[in-house]
């Protein structure tokens, strides 16, 4: 039996579209655990320095800013990283095999 060239891309999408689903998710859960430490840790500074800079009226807008740009810098880093190592152990694991 001939191997059929469509049949190896569909295993391939979806080998990649199932890397991409588990990366996603495992982001998802890194930064629901790891965006209050990077908040936690940093907001402090940028309030004195929103303070510094631009006036008292602005801390409560900055905060919520600064929040949500604390969760999306953890979800890309992480979904970056995450894929990455996927894609990476599986190609190590792949040529260990064949």
Not at 51 to 77: E, Q, T
Request: hydrophobic share 50%; aromatic share 12%; charged share 10%.
């Amino acid at each position: 039996m001939i191997p059929n060239k469509k049949h190896g891309e569909a295993t391939r999408n979806v080998f990649m579209s199932s890397i991409h689903g588990l990366a996603n998710t495992l982001a998802v859960v890194v930064t629901f655990l790891g965006t209050p430490a990077l908040y936690g840790r940093t907001i402090g500074w940028v309030q004195s320095y929103t303070a510094s800079n631009y006036g008292y009226g602005m801390h409560d807008f900055v905060g919520l800013a600064w929040g949500c740009a604390c969760a999306a810098l953890v979800f890309f880093v992480s979904r970056a990283s995450i894929s990455t190592a996927l894609v990476m152990g599986g190609l190590a694991i792949a040529t260990r095999l064949f």
